[in-house]
Every structure is written in C-alpha cells, then in structure tokens.
C-alpha cells in the first residue's frame, strides 16, 4: 500500500496545512480518507485523478473532513474531460444518507452522478462494523468526537493502515490499531494545550504503544504544533518510528 497526505491541518486556513484528506493505494484501489476543503486540489497537486476514486470513507460530517464532497459531486457529472464510467463507493458513519440527500436537497441533481455510478453505505456509529469492497477489507470503530464519529482500518495487500479521524483517547482505537502497521493519528495540539475531543502527541504515542502499531503518523495539527517538536512528544512513549505528516507526503505501508 501507498499512502498520500493530502492535508495535514484542521479548520485552521493555512497554505501549508490543507483540512483533512488521505489517498491509500493498494493493489486492487483507490481509497479516499475524507476530504475537507482543498482536498480536490491537493490531488491535483499529488498528481492523483480524482477520478482514480474507488471509495470514499467520510469519518464524520464537521467541514474540515467532508466539504469537498459536493464539488467532488459536481465534477464527476460535469468535468469538461470524460467522467468516470465506473462505480464508486462513498461510506460514511449511521446519517451519511441523510447527509448526502441534504445536500441533493440544496444542489439537485446536478450533483448526483449519473447513471448509478454512486453506492452509499454506513458503517454503525455505535459499534464494530466490517465490509469487503473492491478487494479490501474495510472494519470501523465509533471516535470519541462528536456523534457520529468513526476510525478505520483498511486492509490489504497483507498490510493495514488505521485512520483516526478526529477522536480523543478511545479503547476502540486501541482495538481496531491493534498490530496494524501504520497508524495515522490525529494529534490536534500540543501536550500542554490539550482540547476535549482531540488527542495530543503523548496520547497518540500511548495509543499506538497499547496497540503495538508498527508506525506512527501525525497529523491534524493546529497551529500550535508547528511551533513544538509534536515527535518528541510522542517518541516520549512510543519506540516505533513517527512521522510528522505534512502536505503531499508519500509513505510506503
Ligand atoms: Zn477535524
Ligand atoms: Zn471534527
């Protein structure tokens, strides 16, 4: 597997730090890990096809993570090159449905693809949940965020790589990370600024030593962390290798 940073911020604008998105290549697909504002753009700038999008796993509904959906929409109707003819898969926690006709609701059918191009499925916000699709497995585990919030874990290749989205510490993450070989983890602020709902570097170490993750990645910084060393304070409790993310970054899983 591959995996791309496309935005290593938050809510924050920041020309440095995109909101939240991850493109995880493997074998088979082409997964997309939410998509907050730029995202289209970052993959433009990646050289990634927007149109190479098998599936899309939204991890919760703030616009940081999801804004980009609806013009990511638009240009699979509407690009002025030829459109994907294939399907593509948009998974998202219990209320992604309803998300997703809210917006219908606003934009018409300008932005539902044609043709039954687009599957919807949510994953249960309140439990474990697991689904094969295009060659891969893909399991979830509710966030300690706002609800609904889910992490997930997608296998293949005989690899893993597990996405927090945006959570505080959570049993479940230690769970669904458990032995996985890259763990993507959000680290929101510094450890002395700590905020409900986030985790802060020694936090992100300590889940991914619970979980014996082989790798750490971390990401989802307010502007804080780019004023500390947020890899020292996760090395303080984790002896595998951290990565600082930043926009554009490759990884090989
Ligand atoms: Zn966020
Ligand atoms: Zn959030």
Redesign the pocket.
Known sequence: MEITVLGSG??TPSLKRN??GLVVRTSEAWVLVDM?PGTIRRMCEAGIDYRNIDVILVTHF?P??VSDLVPFLFASNYDYEAVREERFHLVGPTGMEQFYEAQVGMYGDWIVPKGDRLVIREMDARQPDTFEIEGLWIRSRPAAHTFPSLSYRIEADGSSVTVT??TDVSDDLVHLARGTDLLVC?S?MPDDMKVRGHLVPSEAGRIASSARAKRLLLT?FYPPCDEVDVVSQAAAVFSGEIFRAEDLMVLRV
């Open positions: 938050t809510v909101a939240s907050g703030h940081d993570h989205g945006d959000e929101s989802h």
